[in-house]
């Protein structure tokens, strides 16, 4: 059965690389998305709430349908959504085209972000050891690539459909290849799980959820405030401002390319308060940077702090209730959301109210306070025998071929 772990891992590394480069080839080209529609700046801001809102019900949505379909189908069917909803917001003309597309974009991606996720988590117990940070990586590897392809329309001023067309073409028939091979893992025993019920208890959930909601808040952060604060605020031109951007993709592909040797040699808890640590640290350099260049060193070290602090929460989720794993997965992953609609306009609001070195200030202190719930990521001694992993690779339970 070691092969059929090997493929199902392999099919679902690049499931998460086509929504990297699926969700940074949307998030790069919203202005001219804003263009080609004639969206206005005061419904802009709409629109992009409206997709994590609607994610957030994709996700609910899935907790239930994971009841009776396994995640393995539901990634399998809303990959493909989520790419054509793609295709259609760059290939419309109206205003309620756009409203469809991206509609239709925030539930799937709901679903696919919750069942990509279950999969993970089911994944890495059945190898018995830390694999879930490779899976983020492979998601940051789509996000460069998205994000270049993205640079490479805007500069050669390619119509929205036209950058996106050659995109879905290669990654819709491969992904339903990649399909065949996911693997669903069976949950373990109820007897397992932690807390009175067969269910996932909220209260122990919880310190997750704020470790979720804190290091979106973080991520948001740097995606939609990192070009104005080095621009504005440190002094630097047009086009460097473009950069820390990109920087912090990088350093959160290459920290989560390594993050699970850390997890297998010094467990997940030490993981996630050194990555806290190091990410506060990039805000505290942030705000204190007297040019640009020390400005881009801050976010270098966000990029390798944050990166490990999602991964590692998913996967704790599946450690604490491991007879509920997906439903687990399921509710944490709103809590993505939420830090995604709360993160830039907090950080909007206290720069223009305050200023934006001191609004820098705050998600690092919310990022500190993942120290506080750090021991929640520990392992327990029924999870991967003795140490912090199993020796070696174990058995799988189902696959999703006869599906």
């Known amino acids: 059965m070691t092969d059929v772990l090997r493929r199902g891992r392999a099919s679902l590394a690049f499931s998460f690389f086509a929504q990297g480069a699926t969700f940074a080839l949307l998030v790069t080209r919203i202005p001219a998305v804003q263009d080609r529609y004639g969206v206005s700046d005061a419904l802009l801001p709409v629109f992009l709430a409206a997709v994590p809102v609607l994610a957030g019900v994709g996700s609910v949505t899935t907790e239930q349908l994971v009841k009776r379909i396994r995640p393995s189908r539901l990634l399998r069917w809303s990959q493909p959504v989520v790419l054509l909803a793609l295709l259609g917001a760059g290939a419309g003309g109206r205003i309620a085209e756009l409203a469809v597309a991206l509609g239709a974009f925030g539930l799937a991606v709901g679903a696919l972000d919750a069942s990509m996720n279950m999969l993970g988590v089911s994944l890495q117990r059945s190898y018995g050891r830390s694999i879930m940070l490779s899976f983020h990586a492979a998601y940051s590897l789509g996000g460069i690539l998205g994000a270049s392809l993205a640079w490479v329309g805007a500069h050669w001023h390619l119509a929205l459909w036209v950058s996106y067309l050659p995109v879905v ?117 942030v705000a204190s940077a007297p040019g640009a260049w020390v400005g881009m060193l801050g976010f270098t070290l966000l990029g390798l702090g944050l990166c490990v602090l999602v991964p590692q929460t998913f996967a704790a989720a599946g450690r604490l209730f491991p007879g509920a794993s997906d439903a687990a997965v399921a509710r944490l992953n709103i809590f993505n959301y939420v830090g995604f609609l709360v993160g830039s306009p907090l950080v909007g609001a206290l720069g223009e109210a305050w200023s934006y070195r001191g609004a820098m200030l705050v998600p690092m202190v919310l990022v500190l306070v993942t120290l506080v719930y750090a021991r929640s990521f520990a392992a327990q001694p029924d999870r991967y025998g003795g140490g912090h992993e199993r020796p070696r690779t174990a058995d799988v339970g189902r696959g999703s071929n006869g599906l």
């Open 169 to 285: 073409a290669v990654l819709l028939p491969a992904t339903l290849v990649g399909s065949r091979w996911y693997v669903d893992g069976d949950p373990a025993p109820v007897g397992e799980e932690r807390g009175r019920s067969g269910g996932v208890v909220f209260k122990l959930l919880l310190p997750l959820c704020l470790v979720m909601t804190f290091a979106y808040i973080g991520d948001s952060t740097v995606s939609n405030w990192s070009a104005k604060y080095l621009k504005d605020v440190l002094g630097s031109s047009e086009q460097l401002a473009t950069v820390p951007y990109n920087v912090y993709m990088v350093t959160t592909l290459l920290g989560r390319a390594i993050g699970d040797f850390g997890v297998r040699r010094f467990g997940a808890a030490a993981v996630v308060r050194l990555g806290a640590l190091v990410a506060a640290g990039g805000f505290a350099v």
